[in-house]
């Protein structure tokens, strides 16, 4: 889903720089194709990295943002992954990183941040460009986008 509201539009920020602090160069922000989507997603020289990010205005009782992403969004986030190493052609490893962010509600101010490097590993294969050989067909906006065998 795109960023709307003032939560999540101030943690994506946020995330963003906590990854350029380690290094990291943004190269998408809430990439999307057909009904799939990834909130950043940044590189370095050796790896490719999916980002969900969770901002929220209190931590809902005992569970922290990063703790509402369930193994639904996981499968979403790694099928995404896998049409944009698909389409993009990307030789790096991929790696899925949560990061959790509470803004105060009224000053706006960043009160916790926490970055899960490798916060999970897909259940489901990552297809690669040399390990995947069938075909395959994305809808991306108003065009399609495939490959055929």
């Known amino acids: ?14 995330a963003v720089k906590m990854l350029e602090a380690k290094g990291f160069r943004i190269k998408e922000h809430n990439w999307r194709m057909g009904h799939l989507e990834v909130d950043l997603i940044a590189e370095n020289k050796k790896e490719i990295v999916f980002v969900e990010v969770k901002a929220r205005t209190s931590d809902y009782g005992d569970k922290m943002p990063e703790e509402y992403v369930d193994e639904d969004k996981k499968r979403r986030i ?9 389409y993009h052609k990307v030789e790096k490893l991929p790696r899925f990183d949560i990061i959790g962010i509470i803004v105060h509600p009224d000053t706006k101010e960043i009160l916790y941040r926490n970055h899960l490097e490798n916060a999970f590993v897909p259940r489901q294969r990552t297809i690669s460009q040399s390990s995947y050989s069938g075909t395959w067909k994305w809808g991306h906006r108003n065009h399609t986008i495939g490959r055929k065998k």
């Open 1 to 14: 889903m795109f960023v709307t509201h003032p939560i999540g539009i101030i943690g994506e920020e946020e």
């Open 78 to 86: 790694t099928a995404a992954a896998n049409a944009y190493i698909k």
